[in-house]
């Protein structure tokens, strides 16, 4: 194993072997056993990733919250919709809550891979968090006085467990999602103003501005919320903005990503290889496609 | 090298083509240790064609290439059915629950419910002074009937066939027509294991992994067990204030001022969640389940009440090697 980048070449196995081994391990009947059996959401690459990084999945963990929008909050106004934005924060602050419960029940240091939903209806926005409760293993340095404060404040992160890995190999760390969420009225155009752009090519500003206005807030709530968790800057940031479907008038911006801070002294260069493929790209193959060609997608395993 | 020269699997395994197949053999007593052809409760057309001599499998081909790889032998490509007609659960059938949260629902003893109470005292008669949160024991238990039904019918052709395993499965859930009728099929490739022994009692092992991912997973020293999936139901009967919220019309007996979390159904969510991940650790024993999938699907009837259906599927895996993770990959950049 190079000792400068911990990186070593794959010891050569016989899979065949591997196989036979497996196969008799199969032929007595297996003890009963009591332990809780370990459940994650991870695909193969992940788990593998993950075991090869120190950390090990714990159990599927989620948090779901449901939160009311008062009533006639989206009628015609000005400015921005507060009672919106504020149902949003509460409903994901309560599904970040429970998600978090979920991990320190199972003593987790965090959750990688989490699967974010949001879906805002015009009563109440809901919020569902998905992910794998994880904690590094036996022989990885976890016993400082950070882990204890890993323990009490699990993080939270929608990396992959590929994006995981290469953030924790670069000396940083997930601290949590930082969300940030804003919903603006679009001002109306006065019916003189309505009536002369009727037949004309001709941008409509007071949708514009309310785009930027719901951004920039939203940004600055997102940022905020990082900085609060103890983030040093966010990645992997997603935003979604447009009108919202029952109320044309009114603009939506959410945006969210994994705030992160720097735990080694100073950022580590992970130095990638350049490789270049001499093959094709290998056609994935789902059996699920056998089915027929309208169904070939799949899920991930 | 593996043995593909067209040799069927039950020749395979030293059966003679002309040879009458056992005539009264139970479909529990189905395994690999036979020696003979295709037997059980096989329908008749599954069994000439299971008798064939050649092998078939839902592998691509590199995926056959990889099984190869790893000593495994395709035998046949299985599959189970089952249609699973849903009875009627609706008032006087008597899993409704009762018309009163004092009459008693009918829930299964252990089973989740919490009830929910007006906090307004009484007001008119269409006002909803209690709600419930209700986990449906009997939907579970037929959507789980079903669903093990079809997978043992694949396990059946299967072990019929003296296979070891079933690879690359596929399931489907399905509805057929609007006759609250539900079709389960489950498909997959039965493979033997070369030099291998068959797995205790006789009943093949199966993951929906192929190809050079379940080549990695056993590498890892994880030998596929099952896949297994579960079902949770939760019924949402909505009380005055979660039909407040969730429709917007707070009657001036709801908080209007600001935003509020409906508890109710936020909840009924998260048990849907634990539910069904409660129900797939039962059929774990201490295992792993990795590479889990869960869908949602949430049906409103009317404000506020809903039934939520929480799938958890996966493939349960068993270490049979001391922890030997793969070294720490190099990180690439493609030159393309």
């Given at each position: 194993?190079?000792?400068?980048?911990?990186?070593?070449?794959?010891?050569?196995?016989?899979?065949?072997?591997?196989?036979?081994?497996?196969?008799?391990?199969?032929?007595a009947?297996?003890?009963?056993?009591?332990?809780?059996?370990?459940?994650?959401?991870?695909?193969?690459?992940?788990?593998?990733?993950?075991?090869?990084?120190?950390?090990?999945?714990?159990?599927?963990?989620?948090?779901?919250?449901?939160?009311?929008?008062?009533?006639g909050?989206?009628?015609?106004?000005?400015?921005?919709?507060?009672?919106a934005?504020?149902?949003?924060?509460?409903?994901?602050?309560?599904?970040a809550?429970?998600?978090?419960?979920?991990?320190?029940?199972?003593?987790?240091?965090?959750?990688?891979?989490v699967?974010?939903d949001?879906?805002?209806?015009?009563?109440?926005?809901?919020?569902?968090?998905?992910?794998?409760?994880?904690?590094?293993?036996?022989?990885?340095?976890?016993?400082?006085?950070?882990?204890?404060?890993?323990?009490?404040?699990?993080?939270?992160?929608?990396?992959?467990?590929?994006?995981?890995?290469?953030?924790?190999?670069?000396?940083?760390?997930?601290?949590?999602?930082?969300?940030?969420?804003?919903?603006?009225?679009?001002?109306?155009?006065?019916?003189?103003?309505?009536?002369?752009?009727?037949?004309?090519?001709?941008?409509?500003?007071?949708?514009?501005?309310?785009?930027?206005?719901?951004r920039?807030?939203?940004?600055?709530?997102m940022?905020?919320?990082a900085?609060?968790a103890g983030?040093?800057?966010?990645?992997?940031?997603?935003?979604?903005?447009?009108p919202?479907?029952?109320?044309?008038?009114?603009?939506?911006?959410?945006?969210?990503?994994?705030?992160?801070k720097?735990?080694?002294?100073?950022?580590?260069?992970?130095?990638?290889?350049?490789?270049?493929?001499?093959?094709?790209?290998v056609?994935?193959?789902?059996?699920?496609?056998l089915?027929?060609?309208g169904?070939?997608?799949?899920?991930?395993? | 090298?593996?043995?593909?020269?067209?040799q069927?699997p039950?020749?395979?395994?030293?059966?003679?083509?002309?040879?009458?197949?056992?005539?009264?053999?139970?479909?529990?007593?189905?395994?690999?240790?036979?020696?003979?052809?295709?037997?059980?409760?096989?329908?008749?057309?599954?069994?000439?064609?299971?008798?064939?001599?050649?092998?078939s499998?839902?592998?691509?081909?590199?995926?056959?290439?990889?099984?190869?790889?790893?000593g495994?032998?395709?035998?046949?490509?299985?599959?189970?059915f089952?249609?699973?007609?849903?009875?009627?659960?609706?008032?006087g059938?008597?899993?409704?629950?009762?018309?009163?949260?004092y009459?008693?629902?009918?829930?299964?003893?252990?089973?989740?419910?919490?009830t929910?109470?007006?906090?307004?005292g009484?007001?008119?008669?269409?006002h909803?002074?209690?709600?419930?949160?209700l986990?449906?024991?009997?939907?579970?238990?037929?959507?789980?009937k079903?669903?093990?039904?079809?997978?043992?019918?694949?396990?059946?052709?299967?072990?019929?066939?003296?296979?070891?395993?079933?690879?690359?499965?596929?399931?489907?859930?399905?509805?057929?027509a609007?006759?609250?009728t539900?079709?389960f099929?489950?498909?997959?490739?039965?493979?033997?294991?070369?030099?291998?022994?068959?797995?205790?009692g006789?009943?093949?092992?199966?993951?929906?992994?192929?190809?050079?991912?379940?080549?990695?997973?056993?590498?890892?020293?994880?030998?596929?067990?099952?896949?297994?999936?579960?079902?949770?139901?939760?019924?949402?009967?909505?009380y005055?204030?979660t039909e407040?919220?969730?429709?917007?019309?707070?009657?001036?007996w709801?908080?209007?001022?600001?935003?509020?979390?409906?508890?109710?159904?936020?909840?009924?969510?998260?048990?849907?969640?634990?539910?069904?991940?409660?129900h797939?650790?039962?059929?774990?024993?201490?295992?792993?389940?990795?590479?889990?999938?869960?869908?949602?699907?949430?049906?409103?009837?009317?404000?506020?009440?809903?039934?939520?259906?929480?799938?958890?599927?996966g493939?349960?895996?068993?270490?049979?090697?001391?922890?030997?993770?793969?070294?720490?990959?190099?990180?690439?950049?493609?030159?393309?």
């Amino acid at each position: 194993m190079s000792p400068e980048t911990g990186l070593g070449a794959a010891p050569v196995r016989d899979i065949r072997a591997e196989m036979l081994k497996g196969a008799q391990s199969l032929a007595a009947p297996a003890p009963p056993s009591k332990e809780r059996g370990i459940t994650s959401d991870l695909s193969v690459d992940e788990a593998l990733l993950l075991h090869a990084a120190g950390w090990e999945p714990l159990d599927l963990v989620c948090g779901v919250a449901v939160v009311s929008v008062p009533v006639g909050v989206w009628n015609w106004g000005r400015g921005s919709i507060s009672l919106a934005s504020d149902a949003h924060d509460a409903a994901v602050d309560q599904a970040a809550r429970l998600l978090r419960g979920e991990c320190g029940k199972v003593h987790g240091y965090g959750v990688v891979g989490v699967r974010v939903d949001v879906t805002v209806n015009p009563h109440h926005i809901d919020v569902e968090l998905v992910g794998t409760a994880v904690r590094p293993m036996s022989g990885k340095d976890s016993s400082g006085p950070g882990n204890a404060a890993a323990l009490a404040m699990p993080f939270v992160s929608d990396l992959s467990a590929r994006d995981f890995t290469l953030l924790e190999r670069a000396g940083w760390m997930p601290v949590g999602l930082a969300f940030g969420a804003s919903f603006v009225y679009a001002p109306r155009r006065s019916a003189g103003t309505a009536m002369k752009q009727t037949r004309q090519n001709v941008e409509l500003t007071n949708y514009t501005e309310a785009m930027y206005s719901a951004r920039e807030s939203a940004m600055e709530k997102m940022q905020r919320s990082a900085l609060g968790a103890g983030g040093q800057g966010v990645v992997e940031v997603k935003v979604t903005e447009g009108p919202m479907r029952f109320a044309r008038h009114a603009i939506g911006f959410t945006a969210w990503g994994t705030a992160v801070k720097l735990v080694a002294e100073a950022h580590q260069f992970v130095q990638p290889q350049m490789v270049l493929p001499l093959d094709d790209a290998v056609v994935s193959f789902e059996a699920e496609s056998l089915r027929n060609s309208g169904q070939g997608k799949g899920r991930k395993r | 090298m593996s043995d593909l020269s067209g040799q069927g699997p039950g020749q395979g395994q030293g059966q003679g083509q002309g040879q009458e197949p056992e005539p009264d053999v139970s479909a529990d007593s189905v395994g690999p240790d036979t020696g003979r052809g295709p037997r059980g409760d096989l329908p008749e057309a599954a069994m000439r064609r299971l008798e064939a001599t050649s092998f078939s499998s839902g592998l691509s081909v590199p995926d056959f290439a990889a099984c190869l790889d790893i000593g495994l032998q395709p035998v046949a490509l299985v599959q189970g059915f089952c249609v699973m007609q849903w009875g009627w659960y609706g008032p006087g059938s008597g899993t409704m629950r009762g018309m009163s949260p004092y009459m008693g629902g009918q829930q299964a003893p252990g089973a989740y419910s919490e009830t929910y109470r007006c906090p307004h005292g009484f007001v008119s008669n269409e006002h909803r002074s209690w709600g419930q949160n209700l986990e449906q024991p009997w939907v579970e238990e037929a959507w789980t009937k079903g669903y093990h039904t079809a997978y043992g019918r694949m396990l059946e052709e299967a072990g019929t066939l003296g296979a070891h395993g079933v690879i690359g499965v596929a399931d489907r859930v399905s509805n057929v027509a609007d006759t609250g009728t539900t079709e389960f099929h489950f498909l997959g490739t039965a493979v033997t294991v070369e030099g291998g022994p068959p797995p205790a009692g006789g009943v093949p092992w199966s993951t929906y992994l192929a190809g050079q991912r379940l080549t990695k997973s056993i590498e890892a020293g994880f030998m596929p067990i099952a896949v297994v999936a579960a079902l949770a139901s939760v019924r949402i009967w909505a009380y005055c204030m979660t039909e407040y919220y969730m429709e917007g019309s707070m009657g001036g007996w709801g908080n209007n001022s600001g935003p509020a979390l409906v508890e109710q159904v936020s909840k009924a969510h998260m048990a849907s969640r634990q539910l069904a991940r409660k129900h797939v650790r039962q059929q774990l024993a201490g295992d792993e389940l990795h590479g889990a999938t869960m869908d949602v699907v949430t049906r409103e009837l009317s404000a506020g009440d809903e039934v939520i259906d929480c799938t958890l599927r996966g493939n349960r895996v068993r270490r049979f090697k001391d922890f030997d993770p793969v070294a720490l990959p190099r990180p690439t950049v493609r030159l393309s």
